[in-house]
DNA sequence: CAAGAATGAAACGGCTCCGTAACAATATCG
DNA sequence: CGATATTGTTACGGAGCCGTTTCATTCTTG
């Protein structure tokens, strides 16, 4: 399986991904909030809010910000860590599981039909 | 050319894009914005406010903001419409295509190496 | 223990975007 | 022509995110 994908049909591929996001009357998720939910769902646990600040370049605060507004919409859920009470532990949930599945399968499809 | 992708290679492809968007400093395009951009740039023109408002099922002061914002970073421009002046033609500038350009040369790098 | 470091959250002011409702300019049509 | 429709923009109040600073809690360590 060889993904190739010519610059032209990348942006063919960004523009109907973005259509299908901008069309369906949901608030977008921002780039970042997105960013943020496929580190947690695609990168080993465990999830802190300085490591994900770390790795996307960005002040802590805007991890927790966004975290607030995932949780407000059911993609992500936090936990105390039991060993060191001053973390954050990032979890997924079925909502977030379900986002992004819907978010691969349009990708996908798009990709394969390019 | 077949570009398979997987829903997982999906995912891995559009989590790296967006770290890439997110880590350097300049301000993210959201994704109505990006959106807009593509159309204009993908689609054969004429562009008007309308004719995009419609296309994404979106208000037309939508549009005339994300113009105004994009027009600010120099990546459309708009100019009036001599056969019906009540028209605004909405077009392409070379910082456009040059943002454009990069972003699929990242999509399509890494697609290509998934 | 006490002092310092580390973690995540809250507070603050600022900026952008949103949706709706007006609005000015232009075109169309009776 | 005059009335109506169309196009894009502006105005307004509200909501969300930003960057920075400050804070409460917890851990580490001398």
Do not use: C, F
Request: no cysteine; net charge positive.
């Amino acid at each position: 399986m060889a993904p190739h994908l010519s610059t032209a049909n990348a942006l063919y591929l960004w523009h109907h991904v973005g259509l299908a996001q901008v069309r369906d009357e949901e608030p977008d998720l921002s780039v970042r909030q997105m960013t943020i939910l496929l580190s947690i769902y695609l990168e080993p646990p465990p999830h802190t809010v300085r490591g994900l600040a770390a790795k996307l370049h960005v002040s802590k605060p805007v991890i927790t910000r966004a975290l607030d507004a995932m949780g407000k919409l059911g993609l992500v859920t936090r936990r105390r860590d039991q060993d060191d009470l001053r973390n954050v532990l990032i979890q997924r949930t079925v909502g977030g599981s379900l986002y992004l599945e819907r978010l691969a399968d349009l990708v996908s499809a798009k990709s394969n039909e390019l």
